[in-house]
C-alpha cells in the first residue's frame, strides 16, 4: 500500500465494478448494525455521550483498517471526537473535494419503538435504529466504500477530504466548526461539499407518481428566539387582569397563527417545480410549465401540506414554554422559545421585524439565543461539478428516477460551518424516502432497508470514481478541467509533520 506511481498521475486507472461478494456485503450491514448499538446521543451542546462518542473512533479504527493504514490518508482527530480524514490524489492539478456526515443522534427514548432503539436488530429486511437515516448510514457509507476501493487497490486521482462531525445535531461547534478552522489554517479551498439533508423524494407532492432526487443546494436558516415576560409576583387569591403566562401565551399565540409571508418562488424550489411539470398528469402539467401565470396559485397549493408548506415560507414552531413556580402563586417570569427557520429570500432580520410586529407587545422581551441566514444557493448549471457528478452518480446507480431537481434543505446540517470553502455546497443522500420515513428521522422506528444501504454504498463507490474521471481525456462531462488551473497538492499545506506521503498518522 501507498506506492504513489510517480508520473502515473494523468494515466487512467481502469474503472472498478461496483460489485461486492456475498461476504462483503454481510461485513457491510452488521458494520452499519455495530454503529448504530453505540449510543452516540447529543442531548445539548454540552452535555454529549463522550464515552459513546470515544467508543465509536475506536470502532471505525476497528471495522475500516484498511483506511487507517493507507499512506496517502490521513486521519485527524479533531476536537476529541470529530475525524477528518485527507485524502491525497495522485493529480495535485485537481481541486480537492469534501464529504460530509455525523457521528451523533438525536435522542431516543424506547416508547413507540418496535425494537430497543440502538439495538440495531434486523427484521423483514430492515436495520432499525436511531441514526440508520440521519446520519450514520451516510458516515458508514463513506467509509465502507472508501475501505472496499482501497482494498482493490484504488488510488483516487482528486484529493478529497472526509469531515465526520460529533455534536451536528446541536451545533456542530466542537466539531464541524474546529474542522473547519483547521482546514482555513491550512489554506484549503474546495471544489465542492456534499453533505446529508436531502434524498430521493417518493410521494411527497400530489399527483407525481413517480420519486425524483432533490439535491438541496441551499439550506434554511434559523432563530432559536426566546419571548420572556417580567410580573410582580403575588398571591394567587387576587390576581391581576393579566399575568406573565397570559400575556406570554397571547403572544406565542398570534405567532402561531400568523405565518411568516408565502415566498414561492424567491428559492430553489420553484426551479425543481418546473423541472418536473412533464412528471405531472394534466391539468398540473400545464399548470406547473406556466409559472408566470399559474404561481398565486401554485403557491397556495403547497401551503396545504406541513412539508411542502416548509418550502415556500419561514415557518414558525413554539418549541418551549415555562412559567411558574407553585400553584398558588402568580408567576414572576414566563418564557417560551420559538424556532423559526428562515425561507431562503428572507433573513435573520426581517423575520424578527416580522415577528416583533406579529407580537406587538411592549411587555414582551425578545432574547435571540441563537440565529443565522439561509444559506447562499449553490450552483446547478451544466459547469457546477459537484452538482454534475451527483447528477451523473444518480443516473447511473438509480437508472428509474428521470429528474434530478435542486431543492432547499428544510433542516440545518454542518455544512453551514464551511461555506468559506466553496460556493458548490450539495445536500443529498441516495436513499429512497417516503413521507412515513420522513416522520421516523428523530422521531420512531428509524430504519434502512439492508438494499438501500448496500445502494448507498455502492453510489459512494461509484461517486469517489467519477469525481477522478478526466474531462481533458475524452469524457464526456463539461470542461471541468479549467477548474483545476493551478496546483492543489495537500502535501504542501502547513499542518502536522506526518501529512500524508508515505506514512499513515493514525
Ligand atoms: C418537493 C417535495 C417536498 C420536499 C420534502 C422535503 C423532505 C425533507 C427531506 C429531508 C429533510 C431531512 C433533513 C435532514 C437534515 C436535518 C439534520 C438535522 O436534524 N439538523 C438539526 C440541526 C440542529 C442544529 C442545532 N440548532 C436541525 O435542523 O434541527
Ligand atoms: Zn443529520
Ligand atoms: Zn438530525
Redesign the pocket.
Known amino acids: 500500500k501507498g506506492l504513489r506511481g510517480k508520473g502515473k498521475g494523468h494515466q487512467r486507472a481502469p474503472r472498478i465494478p461496483s460489485q461486492f461478494s456475498q461476504e462483503e456485503r454481510v461485513a457491510m450491514k452488521e458494520a452499519l448494525k455495530g454503529a448504530v448499538q453505540i449510543p452516540t446521543v447529543s442531548f445539548s451542546p454540552e452535555e454529549l455521550n463522550t464515552t459513546a462518542l470515544a467508543q465509536f473512533g475506536e470502532y471505525i479504527h476497528k471495522v475500516f483498517p484498511t483506511v487507517f493504514k493507507t499512506s496517502f490518508i490521513q486521519h485527524e482527530a479533531v476536537g476529541e471526537y470529530s475525524h477528518l480524514f485527507t485524502v491525497q490524489g495522485s493529480d495535485p492539478s485537481l481541486q480537492p473535494y469534501m464529504l460530509l456526515a455525523h457521528i451523533d443522534v ?1 435522542p431516543a427514548p424506547d416508547e413507540g419503538w418496535d425494537v430497543p432503539p440502538f439495538s440495531g436488530l434486523e427484521s423483514d429486511g430492515f436495520i432499525y435504529g436511531r441514526g440508520t437515516l ?2 450514520k448510514n451516510s458516515l458508514m457509507a463513506i467509509l465502507q466504500a472508501l475501505e472496499l476501493l482501497l482494498i482493490r487497490n484504488y488510488i483516487p486521482r482528486r484529493s478529497f477530504f472526509i469531515a465526520l462531525g460529533h455534536d ?5 461547534v466542537k466539531g464541524a466548526q474546529k474542522i473547519s478552522a483547521l482546514l482555513q489554517a491550512r489554506g484549503i479551498q474546495l471544489a465542492f461539499i456534499v453533505d ?4 430521493i ?1 417518493d410521494g ?2 400530489p399527483n407525481l407518481q413517480k420519486p425524483f432526487a ?1 439535491v438541496s443546494v441551499s439550506e434554511k436558516g ?1 432563530i ?1 428566539l426566546m419571548l420572556q415576560v417580567n410580573m410582580t409576583p403575588g398571591h394567587s387569591s387576587a390576581p391581576p387582569k393579566e399575568t406573565s403566562i397570559g400575556i406570554l401565551a397571547a403572544a406565542v399565540s398570534r405567532l402561531e397563527q400568523t405565518p411568516m409571508p408565502n415566498m414561492f418562488g424567491g428559492g430553489p ?1 420553484k426551479m ?1 417545480l418546473q423541472q418536473l411539470a412533464n412528471e405531472f398528469p394534466f391539468p398540473t402539467n400545464i399548470v406547473l410549465s406556466n409559472l408566470w401565470l399559474f404561481q398565486p396559485l401554485v403557491s397556495r397549493l403547497m401551503e396545504r401540506n406541513y ?2 408548506n ?2 415556500v415560507r419561514t415557518t414558525t414552531a413554539l418549541t418551549m414554554f415555562n412559567a411558574g413556580v407553585k400553584v398558588n402563586v402568580i408567576p414572576p417570569v414566563a418564557q417560551a422559545t420559538v424556532n423559526f427557520r428562515i425561507h431562503p429570500a428572507q433573513t435573520v432580520q426581517e423575520v424578527l421585524k416580522l415577528a416583533k410586529d406579529i407580537v406587538a407587545d411592549d411587555r414582551i422581551q425578545f432574547h435571540v439565543l ?1 440565529a443565522f441566514d439561509p444559506l447562499p444557493v449553490s450552483p446547478s448549471d451544466d459547469q457546477a461539478l459537484g452538482y454534475q457528478l451527483l447528477r451523473q452518480t444518480i443516473q447511473s446507480v438509480f437508472p428509474e428516477v428521470n429528474i434530478v431537481a435542486p ?1 432547499t ?5 454542518d455544512s453551514r460551518h464551511y461555506t468559506n470553502f466553496t460556493t458548490g455546497i450539495y ?1 443529498f443522500n441516495p436513499i429512497y ?1 417516503q413521507p412515513q420515513s ?1 416522520s421516523s ?2 422521531g420512531i422506528n428509524e430504519k434502512i432497508s439492508v438494499q438501500a444501504y448496500e445502494t448507498q454504498v455502492k453510489f459512494i463507490f461509484e461517486f469517489l470514481q467519477n469525481a477522478d474521471a478526466d474531462p481533458r481525456q475524452g469524457s464526456s462531462m463539461p470542461s471541468w478541467g479549467l477548474m483545476a488551473v493551478g496546483s492543489f497538492s495537500l502535501l504542501t499545506m502547513p499542518g502536522p509533520s506526518c501529512l500524508p506521503v508515505d506514512v499513515s498518522c493514525s
Open positions: 438525536v440521519d446520519n451536528e445535531e446541536v451545533s456542530g446529508e439533508g436531502s434524498f423524494l411527497f407532492i432533490m434559523a432559536d424550489f425543481a412539508i411542502t416548509a418550502l441563537n431543492g434543505c428544510i433542516g440545518n446540517t445536500r424516502l420522513f428521522i428523530h
